[in-house]
Structures are given as C-alpha cells and as structure tokens.
C-alpha cells in the first residue's frame, strides 16, 4: 500500500472511524496500526498488542482489579500499550531483536 494525495482524506476517515470502536480494542489496533503506516509511510510489522482480556488473565482471582479493567476505556488501554511499549524497547527489545536475527537469520 502506497500513500499519496488521498493521505490526508484517509486519516481524518480513520480518526473518526475510531471512535466508533472505543470498547473494541482488537478494532482499534488494526486503525491504529493503518494511521501508523499513513504516519510513518513505511513498512512495518507489529509484534504484540494488548487487550482487555489479557488483563482479566493475569488478574484473574483479584475482584477488585477485575472491577477497574471493566471500567477502562480506550484512552486508559492506549495509554497501557504506550507504557508497554516504552518499557519494551528501553529493557528488551534491541537486545532481543540482535539476538533473534543473528539466531535465525545470519
């Protein structure tokens, strides 16, 4: 997929179509990573991403931690996937992504 003059048209239809899918979080990755090409306007891949449900695993016996992700919303997850994402890359990710290439790869 190639960007060019349409870019500007497409972002704004993909935040608007967004805010249609506040309590769908899989939704939301897929626009996200769209507005992420059309940002970056390059190839990338996604590695992982984070869901509601995956807080409801790990938190699963704790009924006042299950009652909070209830009430998150879309901008309490993105904030989440950023802090996640932060924490990845300063502690793992470069060091991961060397090792796994050099592994498989070369």
């Known amino acids: 997929m190639k960007t060019g003059m349409y870019d500007e048209i497409i972002m704004e239809a993909l935040q608007d179509y967004r805010k249609w899918f506040d309590d769908e979080p899989c939704k939301l990755?897929?626009?996200?990573?769209?507005?992420?090409?059309?940002?970056?306007?390059?190839?990338?891949?996604?590695?992982?991403?984070?869901?509601k449900d995956d807080l409801f695993h790990i938190f699963g016996d704790d009924s006042a931690a299950q009652e909070v992700i209830k009430k998150m919303d879309a901008g309490d997850m993105e904030a989440l996937a950023s802090k996640l994402a932060d924490d990845y890359c300063t502690q793992l990710y470069w060091d991961s992504l060397k090792v796994i290439v050099e592994s498989k790869f070369i």
């Open 29 to 51: 990755q897929e626009i996200d990573m769209a507005i992420n090409f059309l940002n970056h306007n390059k190839e990338f891949f996604p590695i992982t991403a984070v869901r």
